[in-house]
């Protein structure tokens, strides 16, 4: 059982940055693979960064050279760096685990809203 909690969204003016971060509890969090969404207001849920248990990370095209996914196992916290932001990325983002190499995320995170003003 893992438990996420995102937090650090917020108001930021286009073309300002936010790091979001994702807690977790448990004690194999370096075994999963983690990821993050979002979704925007009538809109699916899209994926937006990932990086596998070996840090690995891939991204969405939309935000590639913009946003930089890390992790940091010993504090169980995963980081989402968003630099030069947009406002239709205004969405709440959420993270999610996968066990191993699983692409399928079975926990996720309540969400946090960014909110991107032009």
């Known amino acids: 059982q893992v438990q996420l909690v995102e937090s650090g969204g917020g108001l930021v003016q286009a073309g300002g940055s936010l790091r979001l971060s994702c807690a977790a509890s448990g004690r194999t969090f370096n075994m999963y693979a983690m990821g993050w969404f979002r979704q925007a207001p009538g809109k699916e849920r899209e994926f937006v960064a990932r990086?596998?248990?070996?840090?690995?990370?891939y991204y969405a095209d939309s935000v590639k050279g913009r946003f930089a996914i890390s992790r940091d196992n010993a504090k169980n916290t995963m980081y989402l760096q968003m630099n030069s932001l947009k406002p239709e990325e205004t969405a709440v983002y959420y993270c999610a685990a996968a066990w191993g190499d699983r692409t399928e995320y079975g926990y996720w995170g309540q969400g946090t809203q960014v909110t991107v003003s032009s």
């Open positions: 990086i596998s248990w070996r840090s690995t990370t």
